[in-house]
């Protein structure tokens, strides 16, 4: 099977854009709320350095000493962060699922429905497309509509001349 290289990194906006910004907006008021965490605990050292009389830094200061606010602040954001994701992937895969919910109703019972999405879903352009796509089936095929019988299910076998049974494939 050959792979191809896919030269265009943007290939869809409305699905990609939102993604890619809620990304960049996570990673900046990550950093800014460590780094505002970070001023915060050098303020209050320096201040108790100077209300005391004494040096702000008396000992060597280790590692875990210096990524406590990060680890803090790390632990405090990441579920409103992961929330968020969740939030916004959702209304991608909430489309995805009701366009895989149709498909197997079709396969199922062989009729065609259009696609429903909620307010705020990503994927209106695909259901624009699907509609449109089954409006056109709907013409061709007028026994794909919903509540529409089909002439196979009415006589779905045919007896010919020998006597054997032949099945006509509805769709």
Same mark, same amino acid.
């Given at each position: ?6 030269? +265009?990194?943007?290939i869809?906006?409305?699905? &990609? ?12 008021? *990550? ?5 505002? %965490?970070? %001023? ?14 004494? #040096? !702000?830094?008396?000992?060597? =200061?280790?590692?875990?000493? &210096?990524?406590?606010? =990060? /680890?803090?602040?790390?632990? /405090?954001?990441?579920?409103?962060? /992961? ?5 916004l992937?959702?209304?991608? !895969? ?9 498909? +197997?109703?079709?396969?199922k019972?062989? +009729?065609?429905? #259009?696609?429903? %999405?909620? &307010? ?5 352009? *695909?259901?624009? &497309? ?5 409006? !056109?089936?709907? /013409?061709? *095929?007028?026994? %794909? ?5 089909? #002439? ?8 010919? $001349? $020998? ?9």
């Amino acid at each position: 099977m050959s792979r191809h290289v896919r030269l +265009k990194k943007l290939i869809n906006w409305t699905v &990609q854009g939102p993604i890619v910004t809620r990304l960049m907006v996570h990673f900046l008021a *990550y950093n800014t709320a460590t780094l505002f %965490l970070l %001023l915060v605990v050098y303020g209050v050292k320096s201040s108790l350095a100077a209300i005391t009389d004494s #040096p !702000a830094i008396t000992q060597p =200061v280790t590692f875990w000493q &210096q990524a406590t606010p =990060v /680890v803090i602040c790390m632990l /405090v954001m990441m579920p409103f962060m /992961v929330w968020d994701l969740m939030k916004l992937t959702n209304r991608i !895969a909430g489309p995805l699922y009701r366009f895989e919910c149709l498909l +197997k109703e079709f396969s199922k019972t062989g +009729k065609l429905k #259009p696609a429903i %999405l909620r &307010q705020g879903d990503l994927l209106t352009d *695909y259901q624009h &497309q699907f509609n449109g796509f089954i409006a !056109a089936m709907h /013409v061709m *095929y007028p026994e %794909l509509r919903p509540g529409v019988s089909s #002439p196979a299910a009415e006589s779905a076998s045919t007896t010919d $001349a $020998a006597g054997t049974v032949a099945f006509r494939k509805t769709v």
